[in-house]
Protein backbone atom coordinates (compact mmCIF):
# COMPACT_ATOMS: atom_id res chain seq x y z
CA UNK A 1 0.00 0.00 0.00
CA UNK A 2 2.50 2.33 1.12
CA UNK A 3 4.26 1.52 -2.17
CA UNK A 4 1.28 2.23 -4.49
CA UNK A 5 1.33 5.54 -2.92
CA UNK A 6 4.62 6.37 -3.38
CA UNK A 7 4.40 5.46 -6.80
CA UNK A 8 1.11 7.45 -7.66
CA UNK A 9 2.44 10.83 -6.00
CA UNK A 10 5.27 10.47 -8.20
CA UNK A 11 3.79 10.00 -11.61
CA UNK A 12 1.43 12.90 -10.14
CA UNK A 13 4.22 14.58 -9.77
CA UNK A 14 6.19 14.00 -13.02
CA UNK A 15 2.93 14.32 -15.36
CA UNK A 16 2.30 18.22 -13.30
CA UNK A 17 6.00 18.64 -13.87
CA UNK A 18 6.00 20.85 -16.75
CA UNK A 19 3.24 23.01 -15.75
CA UNK A 20 4.69 23.60 -12.37
CA UNK A 21 7.75 23.98 -11.67
CA UNK A 22 10.11 24.39 -15.20
CA UNK A 23 12.54 22.75 -16.23
CA UNK A 24 13.83 21.20 -13.27
CA UNK A 25 16.17 18.12 -13.03
CA UNK A 26 13.87 15.34 -14.39
CA UNK A 27 12.57 17.59 -17.31
CA UNK A 28 13.43 16.70 -20.85
CA UNK A 29 15.24 19.64 -21.39
CA UNK A 30 16.64 20.19 -17.33
CA UNK A 31 17.84 24.23 -17.58
CA UNK A 32 21.49 24.77 -16.77
CA UNK A 33 20.78 26.54 -13.79
CA UNK A 34 18.94 23.42 -12.45
CA UNK A 35 21.75 20.92 -13.75
CA UNK A 36 24.08 23.11 -11.32
CA UNK A 37 22.50 23.30 -8.50
CA UNK A 38 21.44 19.32 -8.45
CA UNK A 39 24.05 17.19 -10.31
CA UNK A 40 24.97 16.19 -6.57
CA UNK A 41 22.42 16.75 -4.61
CA UNK A 42 19.94 14.37 -3.36
CA UNK A 43 16.41 13.33 -5.12
CA UNK A 44 14.06 16.56 -4.97
CA UNK A 45 11.37 14.78 -2.59
CA UNK A 46 9.18 13.37 -4.50
CA UNK A 47 6.85 12.29 -1.17
CA UNK A 48 8.27 12.66 2.89
CA UNK A 49 9.17 9.21 2.97
CA UNK A 50 11.64 8.82 -0.35
CA UNK A 51 15.41 8.75 0.48
CA UNK A 52 18.50 8.44 -1.48
CA UNK A 53 17.98 4.34 -1.49
CA UNK A 54 14.08 4.27 -2.21
CA UNK A 55 14.24 2.31 -5.32
CA UNK A 56 11.80 3.00 -8.46
CA UNK A 57 12.09 -0.20 -10.52
CA UNK A 58 12.41 -2.13 -7.69
CA UNK A 59 12.13 -5.68 -10.26
CA UNK A 60 15.41 -4.73 -11.95
CA UNK A 61 18.67 -6.13 -11.14
CA UNK A 62 21.22 -3.16 -10.34
CA UNK A 63 24.84 -3.79 -11.11
CA UNK A 64 27.49 -0.54 -10.75
CA UNK A 65 30.93 -0.58 -11.44
CA UNK A 66 33.21 1.14 -9.64
CA UNK A 67 36.72 2.37 -11.59
CA UNK A 68 39.76 3.89 -9.11
CA UNK A 69 39.94 6.60 -12.23
CA UNK A 70 36.36 8.24 -11.53
CA UNK A 71 36.36 7.60 -7.73
CA UNK A 72 33.20 9.32 -6.84
CA UNK A 73 31.63 5.72 -7.41
CA UNK A 74 33.11 4.80 -4.02
CA UNK A 75 31.21 7.82 -2.16
CA UNK A 76 28.29 7.27 -4.56
CA UNK A 77 27.66 3.33 -4.11
CA UNK A 78 27.38 4.14 -0.19
CA UNK A 79 25.33 7.10 -0.20
CA UNK A 80 22.77 5.79 -2.87
CA UNK A 81 24.01 1.44 -1.50
CA UNK A 82 20.09 0.76 -1.52
CA UNK A 83 20.08 1.16 -5.13
CA UNK A 84 22.26 -1.31 -5.91
CA UNK A 85 22.15 -5.48 -5.72
CA UNK A 86 25.75 -5.74 -6.74
CA UNK A 87 28.97 -3.65 -7.22
CA UNK A 88 31.80 -4.24 -9.46
CA UNK A 89 34.85 -2.29 -8.34
CA UNK A 90 37.21 -2.47 -11.28
CA UNK A 91 40.86 -3.55 -10.02
CA UNK A 92 42.12 -7.20 -11.68
CA UNK A 93 43.78 -8.27 -13.74
CA UNK A 94 44.97 -11.79 -14.96
CA UNK A 95 47.45 -13.08 -16.93
CA UNK A 96 49.90 -15.92 -17.55
CA UNK A 97 52.58 -15.95 -15.74
CA UNK A 98 56.29 -17.58 -16.51
CA UNK A 99 55.53 -20.14 -14.03
CA UNK A 100 54.67 -23.67 -14.15
CA UNK A 101 52.94 -24.58 -10.88
CA UNK A 102 50.88 -21.83 -10.77
CA UNK A 103 50.07 -20.77 -14.46
CA UNK A 104 48.07 -17.74 -13.87
CA UNK A 105 48.46 -14.99 -11.61
CA UNK A 106 45.84 -12.18 -10.44
CA UNK A 107 46.95 -8.50 -10.20
CA UNK A 108 45.66 -5.57 -8.49
CA UNK A 109 42.81 -5.50 -5.39
CA UNK A 110 42.17 -2.90 -2.90
CA UNK A 111 44.60 -0.87 -2.76
CA UNK A 112 44.10 1.68 0.08
CA UNK A 113 43.02 0.48 4.05
CA UNK A 114 39.75 2.46 3.08
CA UNK A 115 39.06 0.88 -0.50
CA UNK A 116 38.91 -2.88 1.68
CA UNK A 117 37.06 -0.93 4.40
CA UNK A 118 34.24 0.18 1.89
CA UNK A 119 33.64 -2.67 0.34
CA UNK A 120 33.48 -4.41 3.44
CA UNK A 121 30.37 -1.76 4.43
CA UNK A 122 28.70 -2.89 1.33
CA UNK A 123 28.44 -6.13 2.45
CA UNK A 124 27.16 -5.57 5.96
CA UNK A 125 23.13 -4.84 6.34
CA UNK A 126 22.21 -0.46 6.57
CA UNK A 127 19.96 1.31 7.77
CA UNK A 128 18.28 3.72 5.84
CA UNK A 129 18.42 6.81 8.24
CA UNK A 130 15.61 9.05 6.83
CA UNK A 131 12.76 6.03 6.18
CA UNK A 132 14.23 4.01 9.20
CA UNK A 133 14.55 0.86 7.19
CA UNK A 134 16.84 -2.16 6.95
CA UNK A 135 19.23 -1.58 3.56
CA UNK A 136 20.30 -5.22 2.47
CA UNK A 137 23.94 -6.30 2.19
CA UNK A 138 24.82 -5.38 -1.44
CA UNK A 139 26.94 -7.97 -3.10
CA UNK A 140 30.59 -7.06 -3.87
CA UNK A 141 31.75 -8.76 -7.38
CA UNK A 142 34.99 -7.01 -8.24
CA UNK A 143 35.90 -7.43 -12.15
CA UNK A 144 38.31 -9.52 -13.50
CA UNK A 145 39.95 -8.68 -16.96
CA UNK A 146 42.52 -10.81 -19.51
CA UNK A 147 44.02 -7.64 -20.50
CA UNK A 148 45.50 -7.96 -23.51
CA UNK A 149 46.02 -11.50 -23.82
CA UNK A 150 47.39 -12.82 -27.05
CA UNK A 151 45.90 -15.50 -29.75
CA UNK A 152 48.78 -17.36 -28.16
CA UNK A 153 47.81 -16.93 -24.47
CA UNK A 154 44.27 -18.13 -25.48
CA UNK A 155 45.15 -20.94 -27.05
CA UNK A 156 47.48 -21.80 -24.10
CA UNK A 157 44.24 -21.77 -22.00
CA UNK A 158 42.14 -24.00 -24.31
CA UNK A 159 44.83 -26.34 -24.62
CA UNK A 160 44.01 -28.32 -21.58
CA UNK A 161 41.69 -28.39 -18.99
CA UNK A 162 44.52 -28.49 -16.13
CA UNK A 163 44.91 -24.85 -17.65
CA UNK A 164 41.60 -24.08 -17.08
CA UNK A 165 41.86 -25.70 -13.10
CA UNK A 166 44.91 -23.34 -12.73
CA UNK A 167 42.81 -19.81 -13.90
CA UNK A 168 40.41 -21.32 -11.78
CA UNK A 169 42.71 -21.32 -8.56
CA UNK A 170 43.92 -18.29 -8.98
CA UNK A 171 40.86 -16.56 -9.33
CA UNK A 172 38.49 -18.56 -6.45
CA UNK A 173 42.00 -18.32 -3.98
CA UNK A 174 41.59 -14.56 -3.99
CA UNK A 175 37.66 -14.88 -3.84
CA UNK A 176 37.86 -16.67 -0.88
CA UNK A 177 40.59 -14.82 0.82
CA UNK A 178 38.83 -11.51 0.50
CA UNK A 179 35.35 -12.76 1.16
CA UNK A 180 34.42 -11.63 -2.33
CA UNK A 181 30.73 -12.48 -3.25
CA UNK A 182 31.68 -13.87 -6.43
CA UNK A 183 33.58 -11.82 -9.80
CA UNK A 184 32.57 -10.28 -13.18
CA UNK A 185 34.48 -11.66 -15.95
CA UNK A 186 35.74 -9.67 -18.65
CA UNK A 187 37.62 -11.04 -21.92
CA UNK A 188 37.49 -10.35 -25.32
CA UNK A 189 36.99 -13.78 -26.21
CA UNK A 190 34.12 -15.11 -24.13
CA UNK A 191 32.78 -16.84 -26.92
CA UNK A 192 35.55 -19.01 -27.16
CA UNK A 193 35.77 -20.14 -23.70
CA UNK A 194 33.03 -21.94 -22.61
CA UNK A 195 35.55 -25.02 -21.24
CA UNK A 196 37.45 -22.97 -18.67
CA UNK A 197 34.36 -20.60 -17.88
CA UNK A 198 32.25 -23.76 -16.90
CA UNK A 199 34.98 -24.74 -15.03
CA UNK A 200 35.43 -21.60 -13.00
CA UNK A 201 31.78 -21.38 -12.99
CA UNK A 202 31.10 -24.51 -11.32
CA UNK A 203 33.86 -23.86 -8.65
CA UNK A 204 32.27 -20.50 -7.63
CA UNK A 205 29.12 -21.96 -6.86
CA UNK A 206 30.33 -24.36 -4.90
CA UNK A 207 31.90 -22.20 -2.70
CA UNK A 208 28.36 -19.99 -2.81
CA UNK A 209 30.03 -17.40 -4.72
CA UNK A 210 29.17 -15.89 -8.81
CA UNK A 211 29.89 -15.03 -11.64
CA UNK A 212 28.72 -12.29 -13.90
CA UNK A 213 30.32 -12.39 -17.79
CA UNK A 214 30.48 -9.51 -20.08
CA UNK A 215 29.32 -9.28 -23.53
CA UNK A 216 29.71 -6.97 -26.92
CA UNK A 217 27.03 -5.57 -27.77
CA UNK A 218 25.69 -6.07 -31.26
CA UNK A 219 26.47 -3.80 -34.62
CA UNK A 220 24.25 -3.36 -37.71
CA UNK A 221 26.50 -5.47 -40.27
CA UNK A 222 28.45 -6.83 -38.25
CA UNK A 223 26.83 -10.25 -38.72
CA UNK A 224 30.18 -12.97 -37.71
CA UNK A 225 31.05 -11.34 -34.15
CA UNK A 226 26.94 -10.74 -33.77
CA UNK A 227 26.67 -14.32 -34.05
CA UNK A 228 29.52 -15.23 -32.02
CA UNK A 229 27.72 -12.86 -29.47
CA UNK A 230 24.25 -14.86 -29.58
CA UNK A 231 25.50 -18.18 -29.50
CA UNK A 232 27.46 -17.57 -27.00
CA UNK A 233 24.94 -16.31 -24.65
CA UNK A 234 22.83 -18.66 -25.33
CA UNK A 235 25.36 -21.37 -24.21
CA UNK A 236 26.69 -19.81 -21.38
CA UNK A 237 23.40 -18.22 -19.72
CA UNK A 238 22.91 -21.34 -17.76
CA UNK A 239 26.24 -21.64 -16.61
CA UNK A 240 26.18 -17.71 -15.35
CA UNK A 241 24.64 -15.57 -12.84
CA UNK A 242 24.37 -12.96 -15.19
CA UNK A 243 25.61 -11.07 -18.95
CA UNK A 244 26.36 -7.87 -18.65
CA UNK A 245 25.95 -6.92 -22.29
CA UNK A 246 27.48 -3.33 -23.53
CA UNK A 247 24.84 -1.59 -25.21
CA UNK A 248 27.01 2.02 -25.22
CA UNK A 249 29.71 3.60 -27.43
CA UNK A 250 27.53 2.98 -30.32
CA UNK A 251 29.34 5.53 -32.83
CA UNK A 252 32.38 5.80 -30.44
CA UNK A 253 35.44 8.41 -30.83
CA UNK A 254 35.16 8.44 -34.52
CA UNK A 255 31.33 9.28 -34.97
CA UNK A 256 29.31 8.26 -38.10
CA UNK A 257 30.11 8.71 -41.69
CA UNK A 258 28.13 11.84 -42.65
CA UNK A 259 24.95 11.64 -44.33
CA UNK A 260 23.91 14.53 -46.34
CA UNK A 261 20.50 15.60 -46.80
CA UNK A 262 20.80 17.10 -50.22
CA UNK A 263 22.46 15.36 -53.62
CA UNK A 264 25.60 17.02 -53.39
CA UNK A 265 27.42 18.30 -56.20
CA UNK A 266 30.15 16.12 -57.83
CA UNK A 267 32.93 18.30 -57.03
CA UNK A 268 32.47 18.50 -52.97
CA UNK A 269 35.12 17.58 -50.77
CA UNK A 270 32.54 16.20 -48.42
CA UNK A 271 32.24 13.00 -50.91
CA UNK A 272 35.95 12.08 -50.05
CA UNK A 273 35.84 8.95 -47.26
CA UNK A 274 36.10 9.87 -44.19
CA UNK A 275 33.73 12.85 -43.51
CA UNK A 276 32.24 12.07 -39.98
CA UNK A 277 29.34 13.64 -37.72
CA UNK A 278 28.70 13.07 -34.27
CA UNK A 279 26.07 11.12 -32.21
CA UNK A 280 24.79 10.35 -28.85
CA UNK A 281 26.35 7.19 -27.17
CA UNK A 282 23.24 4.99 -26.98
CA UNK A 283 20.13 5.35 -28.81
CA UNK A 284 17.10 3.67 -27.62
CA UNK A 285 16.80 1.14 -30.64
CA UNK A 286 20.34 0.18 -30.50
CA UNK A 287 19.76 -0.62 -26.89
CA UNK A 288 16.01 -2.21 -27.72
CA UNK A 289 17.51 -4.21 -30.58
CA UNK A 290 20.53 -5.49 -28.23
CA UNK A 291 17.71 -7.09 -26.08
CA UNK A 292 15.81 -8.42 -28.52
CA UNK A 293 18.50 -10.27 -30.76
CA UNK A 294 20.39 -11.50 -27.60
CA UNK A 295 17.92 -13.82 -26.57
CA UNK A 296 17.39 -15.38 -29.98
CA UNK A 297 14.71 -13.12 -31.83
CA UNK A 298 15.63 -11.98 -35.30
CA UNK A 299 17.60 -9.39 -36.66
CA UNK A 300 15.44 -5.88 -37.17
CA UNK A 301 16.67 -5.36 -40.96
CA UNK A 302 14.40 -2.27 -41.21
CA UNK A 303 15.88 1.43 -41.66
CA UNK A 304 15.23 2.16 -38.05
CA UNK A 305 17.35 -0.37 -36.48
CA UNK A 306 19.98 1.20 -34.78
CA UNK A 307 22.93 -0.93 -34.62
CA UNK A 308 26.47 1.05 -34.92
CA UNK A 309 28.01 2.16 -38.24
CA UNK A 310 31.45 1.85 -36.47
CA UNK A 311 33.58 -1.06 -37.82
CA UNK A 312 36.23 -2.85 -36.20
CA UNK A 313 36.29 -1.53 -32.98
CA UNK A 314 36.16 -4.82 -31.37
CA UNK A 315 39.13 -7.47 -31.55
CA UNK A 316 37.56 -10.46 -32.61
CA UNK A 317 39.15 -13.58 -31.46
CA UNK A 318 38.34 -17.18 -33.04
CA UNK A 319 40.62 -20.12 -32.27
CA UNK A 320 39.26 -21.85 -34.97
CA UNK A 321 38.46 -25.88 -35.16
CA UNK A 322 41.68 -26.85 -36.88
CA UNK A 323 44.54 -28.36 -34.86
CA UNK A 324 43.75 -27.59 -31.79
CA UNK A 325 43.99 -30.47 -28.88
CA UNK A 326 42.10 -30.08 -26.09
CA UNK A 327 41.63 -32.63 -23.19
CA UNK A 328 38.64 -30.37 -21.70
CA UNK A 329 36.52 -33.64 -22.58
CA UNK A 330 33.62 -33.97 -25.05
CA UNK A 331 31.28 -30.67 -23.99
CA UNK A 332 30.36 -28.91 -26.86
CA UNK A 333 29.24 -25.60 -26.34
CA UNK A 334 27.06 -25.01 -28.97
CA UNK A 335 25.16 -28.94 -28.80
CA UNK A 336 21.15 -27.57 -28.47
CA UNK A 337 21.06 -29.90 -24.85
CA UNK A 338 23.20 -27.01 -23.38
CA UNK A 339 21.98 -23.70 -24.89
CA UNK A 340 19.25 -21.29 -23.00
CA UNK A 341 15.73 -20.50 -24.11
CA UNK A 342 14.90 -16.98 -24.73
CA UNK A 343 13.10 -16.45 -21.41
CA UNK A 344 16.50 -17.88 -19.37
CA UNK A 345 18.47 -15.46 -21.45
CA UNK A 346 16.14 -12.69 -20.92
CA UNK A 347 16.30 -13.16 -17.01
CA UNK A 348 20.78 -13.34 -16.59
CA UNK A 349 20.55 -10.52 -18.84
CA UNK A 350 21.93 -7.23 -17.54
CA UNK A 351 21.96 -4.14 -19.71
CA UNK A 352 24.73 -1.74 -19.88
CA UNK A 353 23.72 1.68 -19.36
CA UNK A 354 26.16 4.72 -20.05
CA UNK A 355 26.83 7.24 -17.22
CA UNK A 356 29.45 9.53 -19.65
CA UNK A 357 28.99 11.44 -22.76
CA UNK A 358 30.89 12.49 -25.34
CA UNK A 359 32.25 15.50 -26.53
CA UNK A 360 32.73 16.24 -30.42
CA UNK A 361 35.15 19.18 -31.72
CA UNK A 362 32.56 20.26 -34.85
CA UNK A 363 32.67 22.31 -38.13
CA UNK A 364 29.56 23.32 -40.15
CA UNK A 365 30.43 22.37 -43.30
CA UNK A 366 27.83 23.76 -46.26
CA UNK A 367 27.21 21.65 -49.51
CA UNK A 368 30.49 22.30 -51.28
CA UNK A 369 32.81 21.88 -47.68
CA UNK A 370 32.91 25.40 -47.11
CA UNK A 371 32.84 25.81 -43.34
CA UNK A 372 29.82 28.30 -42.12
CA UNK A 373 30.78 30.36 -39.04
CA UNK A 374 28.04 30.04 -36.19
CA UNK A 375 27.78 31.01 -32.66
CA UNK A 376 26.45 28.24 -30.38
CA UNK A 377 22.97 29.10 -29.36
CA UNK A 378 23.15 30.14 -25.74
CA UNK A 379 20.28 29.53 -23.12
CA UNK A 380 17.86 32.15 -21.86
CA UNK A 381 18.81 35.19 -19.71
CA UNK A 382 19.22 33.40 -16.23
CA UNK A 383 16.69 34.95 -14.19
CA UNK A 384 14.24 33.13 -16.70
CA UNK A 385 16.65 29.92 -17.06
CA UNK A 386 14.36 28.13 -15.33
CA UNK A 387 10.92 29.24 -17.13
CA UNK A 388 9.43 26.26 -19.81
CA UNK A 389 8.15 28.74 -22.30
CA UNK A 390 11.24 30.65 -22.67
CA UNK A 391 13.49 27.79 -22.62
CA UNK A 392 11.06 26.63 -25.84
CA UNK A 393 11.54 29.57 -27.57
CA UNK A 394 14.95 29.69 -27.26
CA UNK A 395 14.79 25.68 -28.74
CA UNK A 396 12.82 26.52 -31.76
CA UNK A 397 14.99 29.63 -32.48
CA UNK A 398 18.07 27.05 -32.79
CA UNK A 399 16.16 24.77 -34.80
CA UNK A 400 14.84 26.95 -37.09
CA UNK A 401 18.46 28.07 -37.37
CA UNK A 402 19.78 24.94 -38.06
CA UNK A 403 17.17 23.69 -40.24
CA UNK A 404 17.31 26.65 -43.02
CA UNK A 405 21.20 26.58 -42.80
CA UNK A 406 22.03 23.60 -45.19
CA UNK A 407 25.02 22.87 -43.37
CA UNK A 408 25.68 19.44 -41.62
CA UNK A 409 28.29 18.95 -38.68
CA UNK A 410 31.77 17.43 -39.62
CA UNK A 411 34.43 16.04 -36.83
CA UNK A 412 37.39 18.18 -36.88
CA UNK A 413 39.06 15.41 -34.43
CA UNK A 414 37.94 12.26 -33.07
CA UNK A 415 35.89 12.80 -29.91
CA UNK A 416 35.96 11.51 -26.08
CA UNK A 417 34.02 10.05 -23.70
CA UNK A 418 33.25 12.94 -20.96
CA UNK A 419 32.71 12.87 -17.52
CA UNK A 420 30.14 15.01 -14.99
CA UNK A 421 33.30 16.55 -14.20
CA UNK A 422 33.94 17.83 -17.04
CA UNK A 423 30.27 19.07 -18.20
CA UNK A 424 29.83 20.99 -15.05
CA UNK A 425 32.83 23.06 -16.07
CA UNK A 426 31.67 23.57 -19.78
CA UNK A 427 28.34 24.83 -17.88
CA UNK A 428 30.05 26.91 -15.69
CA UNK A 429 31.75 28.66 -18.30
CA UNK A 430 29.23 29.16 -20.93
CA UNK A 431 25.47 29.75 -21.42
CA UNK A 432 24.85 26.79 -23.07
CA UNK A 433 21.20 25.95 -24.48
CA UNK A 434 20.22 22.27 -23.45
CA UNK A 435 18.62 20.71 -25.82
CA UNK A 436 18.06 16.98 -26.87
CA UNK A 437 17.93 14.02 -29.12
CA UNK A 438 15.27 12.39 -29.60
CA UNK A 439 16.46 8.95 -30.45
CA UNK A 440 18.30 8.72 -27.80
CA UNK A 441 16.88 10.88 -24.93
CA UNK A 442 20.33 12.27 -24.73
CA UNK A 443 20.95 15.72 -24.17
CA UNK A 444 23.29 18.10 -25.88
CA UNK A 445 24.88 21.40 -25.99
CA UNK A 446 26.88 23.59 -28.09
CA UNK A 447 30.34 25.68 -26.94
CA UNK A 448 33.10 26.86 -28.21
CA UNK A 449 36.13 25.80 -26.05
CA UNK A 450 40.27 26.01 -26.28
CA UNK A 451 41.85 23.25 -28.31
CA UNK A 452 43.47 21.10 -25.71
CA UNK A 453 46.75 21.32 -27.76
CA UNK A 454 47.02 25.04 -26.26
CA UNK A 455 47.68 26.61 -29.51
CA UNK A 456 47.37 30.02 -30.15
CA UNK A 457 46.99 32.35 -32.56
CA UNK A 458 47.39 36.06 -33.34
CA UNK A 459 44.60 38.79 -33.23
CA UNK A 460 44.89 41.77 -35.56
CA UNK A 461 46.22 43.81 -32.46
CA UNK A 462 49.06 41.75 -32.32
CA UNK A 463 47.79 40.07 -29.55
CA UNK A 464 47.96 36.65 -28.75
CA UNK A 465 44.58 34.31 -28.16
CA UNK A 466 44.25 30.58 -27.54
CA UNK A 467 42.43 28.83 -31.06
CA UNK A 468 39.25 27.81 -29.67
CA UNK A 469 37.00 24.85 -31.51
CA UNK A 470 33.75 24.88 -31.58
CA UNK A 471 32.07 21.62 -30.27
CA UNK A 472 28.76 19.32 -29.37
CA UNK A 473 28.65 17.55 -26.28
CA UNK A 474 25.94 15.02 -25.67
CA UNK A 475 25.53 13.22 -21.89
CA UNK A 476 22.79 11.35 -20.29
CA UNK A 477 20.55 13.15 -17.94
CA UNK A 478 18.02 11.46 -15.01
CA UNK A 479 15.07 11.37 -17.84
CA UNK A 480 17.53 9.38 -20.50
CA UNK A 481 18.58 6.93 -17.93
CA UNK A 482 14.50 6.46 -17.23
CA UNK A 483 13.79 6.49 -20.71
CA UNK A 484 16.35 3.19 -20.73
CA UNK A 485 15.47 2.08 -17.70
CA UNK A 486 11.83 1.64 -19.39
CA UNK A 487 13.14 -0.09 -22.50
CA UNK A 488 14.72 -3.23 -20.01
CA UNK A 489 11.43 -3.03 -18.52
CA UNK A 490 9.66 -3.33 -21.03
CA UNK A 491 11.82 -6.05 -22.67
CA UNK A 492 11.68 -8.29 -18.98
CA UNK A 493 15.44 -8.10 -19.25
CA UNK A 494 17.39 -9.00 -15.43
CA UNK A 495 18.53 -5.64 -15.20
CA UNK A 496 21.00 -3.09 -15.89
CA UNK A 497 25.03 -2.73 -15.50
CA UNK A 498 26.34 0.77 -14.72
CA UNK A 499 29.37 1.72 -16.49
CA UNK A 500 30.20 3.52 -14.76
CA UNK A 501 28.74 5.15 -11.52
CA UNK A 502 31.46 7.86 -10.68
CA UNK A 503 31.16 9.02 -13.82
CA UNK A 504 27.71 10.12 -13.84
CA UNK A 505 27.26 12.19 -10.52
CA UNK A 506 24.33 11.67 -8.64
CA UNK A 507 21.46 12.84 -10.18
CA UNK A 508 21.95 9.86 -12.65
CA UNK A 509 20.91 7.61 -9.94
CA UNK A 510 18.27 9.46 -8.62
CA UNK A 511 15.82 7.43 -10.91
CA UNK A 512 17.17 3.98 -10.65
C1 LIG B 1 16.14 26.70 -11.37
O1 LIG B 1 15.70 25.62 -10.56
C2 LIG B 1 16.71 24.92 -9.89
C3 LIG B 1 16.06 23.80 -9.12
O2 LIG B 1 15.45 22.91 -10.03
C4 LIG B 1 17.48 25.85 -8.95
O3 LIG B 1 18.56 25.17 -8.36
C5 LIG B 1 18.00 27.03 -9.76
O4 LIG B 1 18.63 27.96 -8.91
C6 LIG B 1 16.86 27.72 -10.51
N1 LIG B 1 17.41 28.78 -11.33
C7 LIG B 1 16.93 30.02 -11.28
C8 LIG B 1 17.60 31.00 -12.18
O5 LIG B 1 16.03 30.35 -10.57
C1 LIG C 1 21.94 11.47 -0.26
O1 LIG C 1 22.87 11.69 -1.34
C2 LIG C 1 23.48 12.97 -1.33
C3 LIG C 1 24.38 13.03 -2.55
O2 LIG C 1 23.60 13.08 -3.71
C4 LIG C 1 24.27 13.19 -0.06
O3 LIG C 1 24.79 14.50 -0.05
C5 LIG C 1 23.35 12.98 1.12
O4 LIG C 1 24.13 13.08 2.31
C6 LIG C 1 22.68 11.63 1.06
N1 LIG C 1 21.72 11.55 2.15
C7 LIG C 1 21.77 10.60 3.06
C8 LIG C 1 20.74 10.68 4.14
O5 LIG C 1 22.59 9.71 3.03
C1 LIG D 1 49.49 -5.98 -25.72
O1 LIG D 1 50.35 -7.07 -25.88
C2 LIG D 1 51.30 -6.94 -26.95
C3 LIG D 1 52.10 -8.21 -27.03
O2 LIG D 1 51.27 -9.32 -27.01
C4 LIG D 1 52.20 -5.74 -26.70
O3 LIG D 1 53.05 -5.55 -27.79
C5 LIG D 1 51.33 -4.49 -26.51
O4 LIG D 1 52.14 -3.40 -26.15
C6 LIG D 1 50.29 -4.72 -25.42
N1 LIG D 1 49.40 -3.59 -25.35
C7 LIG D 1 49.01 -3.04 -24.21
C8 LIG D 1 48.08 -1.89 -24.31
O5 LIG D 1 49.39 -3.45 -23.13
C1 LIG E 1 24.14 -2.50 -43.77
O1 LIG E 1 23.93 -3.31 -44.91
C2 LIG E 1 22.85 -2.88 -45.72
C3 LIG E 1 22.64 -3.91 -46.82
O2 LIG E 1 23.87 -4.35 -47.31
C4 LIG E 1 23.15 -1.48 -46.25
O3 LIG E 1 22.08 -1.01 -47.03
C5 LIG E 1 23.37 -0.54 -45.07
O4 LIG E 1 23.75 0.74 -45.53
C6 LIG E 1 24.46 -1.07 -44.16
N1 LIG E 1 24.53 -0.24 -42.99
C7 LIG E 1 25.68 0.24 -42.53
C8 LIG E 1 25.58 1.07 -41.34
O5 LIG E 1 26.75 0.00 -43.05
Not at 107 to 119: D, I, L, M
Not at 206 to 229: C, D, F, H, Y
Not at 458 to 479: L, M, T
Amino acid sequence: MQKFVRITSLVLASFLAPFVVGQDLYSEYPSRSAILGGWSGPPLPSSASTSNHTRMSPHLNVLGYVTPWNSDGYTLTEQYRGKFDAVSPVWYTLKPTLDDATKYAMAGGPSTSAEVAWYRRLTEHSVDEVTGETLPPVKVLPRVLLDNWSTQQYKQLLSSFLEGMALTEAIVAEVVLRKYDGIVFETGAVWALYEPLKMLAERLHAEGKEIIIVLPAMRENQTESNELVTSAAKALAPLVDGMHVMTYDHLGPMGAPALFERQLPAHSPLLKDGVRTPGPNAPLTFIKENIHVIQGGEVDDSEDADFAQSEGNQQVFQPGTSSLQSDYGTINATSDAYAASPSAILSKLLVGISMYGYEYPIAFMDDVGVPRLTTPPSSPISTKDNSSEEQAKYRARADQRDASRQVTPILGQPGKAITIHYLIDVLLHNKALVRRDEPSAENYIEYVKAKEDGSMHQREDGSQAPVAWYRRAYFPSPRTIEERLNIVEESRAGGVALWDVGQGGAWLLHRL
